[in-house]
């Protein structure tokens, strides 16, 4: 198996990397309910689902390998489709309450049912998938149609047989944790100890245990006295991937603060805080908020910490507090647009970040349907795009440039023709292999790397 099937850095250009499917309309206006808002690959990445902002999910299952081509591994396809979260109303606050689907998390798999946990701004509720391509006939009791038979016309007794049936994908409701926030949720996190998941919203972080749905326990609460005096809100939040007891979490003014369990029942003194001095010849009226972070993972390896603010993506070493161990730039172009970016509210989007299986390779997302990767060993970075016009099935991606003025290169796009209404906020790297899933606007996006591709 070669490096980059394993997930290993994207190789010599890291634009090796094709269409490999791509699901969605080509519509001129896209409806607003149907724009992703969330993408997650399973533990294994055999499974992927989407939420979106019409409160549906949407799992796509990757075809197993075929007897005639045994290693060809087919696309993913739909699976399952349900309606997740409603549009609901708070009566005590005269407020609507949004279907959106925040966040999509996968429970590692203990049997042959699979579960998620999705949440909207309030509700989170956990799923059961399972698969039935079997049903019993035969009943003593009951006939075809399931109705009680008249008990004087049983005269004799059979034992019901299983028959085989088309395949039924069932997704049933097993829990729905309410009334835990109040404000929006941000962030969920399933413990490695497979038995708790903590939920994050502005203010506060909520521990609770899987079969438990009528309480839960705060282990982090930054709302001030007066609200008046609140300087910054929480972001974003996950477990540590081995330790059961360490979570960190990320605030709006750009820290991090790793919190150990064991120390207290309520974690508001934090274990350690991770934060990078503010240059001050960079100073300036957006300086706080382009450097709120807006997502923050631990590497699969649980050393590393990658997190993303407006303009960079930084690695932060756990046992480093004082600065990231690497900083990278995604758009630095857009330094000299933040009034504008200011001006249509683009400046408050919120991008997510990804590791590969590897934790060698990082991608984000940014405007124009780019899509950054850098490559932590060769140091070298590549802008790809996500679009339809561009991306031919099977064909290697052309790295993209963007230029700030001055002389201009073929294919070049200047940073004035940029579209920010089209954005990569989502974005999933499959666990073990070169596989990325990159949600942009109505449409799923997922790219594979032209090793992978070749010997499917």
């Known amino acids: 198996m070669s490096q980059k099937q394993a997930g290993g850095p994207p190789g ?48 796509f299952q990757r075809e197993p390998e075929s007897k005639n081509e045994p290693y060809s591994q087919g696309e993913y396809n739909v699976y399952s489709t349900f309606q997740s979260h409603e549009p609901e109303f708070d009566y005590l606050k005269s407020l609507e309450i949004e279907e959106k689907i925040n ?6 798999q203990q049997n042959a049912a699979h579960s998620l946990l999705s949440t909207n701004d309030k509700t989170i509720k956990l799923w059961k998938i399972t698969e039935r391509d079997k049903r019993p006939e035969g009943y003593n009791l009951k006939d075809e149609e399931g109705k009680l038979k008249d008990l004087s016309t049983v005269t004799s007794l059979q034992v019901p047989v299983l028959k ?17 926030h109040t404000y929006h949720v941000n962030s969920i996190s399933v413990n490695s100890d497979c038995e708790t998941y903590m939920s994050a919203d502005d203010l506060r972080i909520n521990l609770w245990h899987l079969a438990i749905t009528d309480r839960s326990f705060n282990i982090v609460d930054i ?45 508001d003194k934090h274990s350690k805080l991770y934060e990078e001095p503010e240059d001050p010849s960079n100073r300036s009226f957006f300086s706080e908020i382009i450097s709120s972070v807006s997502d923050v993972k631990f590497s699969h390896s649980g050393r590393y910490m990658l997190t993303r603010d407006y303009l ?19 758009h630095d172009y857009l330094r000299s647009k933040l009034c ?66 001055g002389k201009r290169r073929k294919d070049d ?10 954005k990569i906020l989502h974005t999933a790297w499959h666990p073990t292999e070169n596989i990325i899933a990159i949600a942009a606007t109505n449409n799923l996006y997922i790219f594979q790397d032209k090793v992978n591709s070749e010997m499917h």
């Open 12 to 59: 010599e250009s890291a634009g090796d990397w094709c269409l490999y499917q791509l699901n969605g309309a080509a519509e001129l206006e896209v409806s607003e309910a149907d724009i992703i808002s969330t993408v997650e690959f399973n533990h294994t990445g055999e499974l992927l689902a989407t939420g979106d902002k019409g409160g549906r999910v949407v799992i």
């Open 103 to 108: 966040k999509i998390k996968w429970l590692p």
């Open 164 to 180: 085989p049936m088309d395949l039924m994908v069932e997704v049933t409701p097993r829990r729905i944790f309410a009334n835990g």
């Open 223 to 267: 709302k001030p006295a007066n609200m008046e005096d609140l300087t910054e809100v929480i972001t974003a939040s996950e477990f540590h991937p081995h330790h059961c007891n360490l979570f960190v979490y990320s605030s709006s003014k750009g820290s991090l603060r790793l919190c150990d369990m064991r120390a207290s029942a309520l974690c």
């Open 312 to 330: 960079t993506v930084k690695v932060w070493d756990l046992n480093m507090e004082t600065k990231p161990v690497e900083t990278y730039q995604v």
């Open 340 to 405: 504008s970016l200011y001006e249509n509210d683009c400046i408050f989007d919120k991008f997510e970040c990804a590791w590969n299986g590897s934790d060698s390779v990082i991608m984000t997302g940014a405007y124009n349907n780019f899509f950054r990767m850098f490559d932590r060993n060769t140091k070298r970075d590549v802008t790809l795009e996500a679009s339809r016009e561009s991306s031919k099935p099977r064909a290697i991606l052309k790295p993209r440039r963007v230029c700030v003025g």
């Open 413 to 422: 796009i200047s940073v004035d023709s940029l579209d920010f209404t089209k």
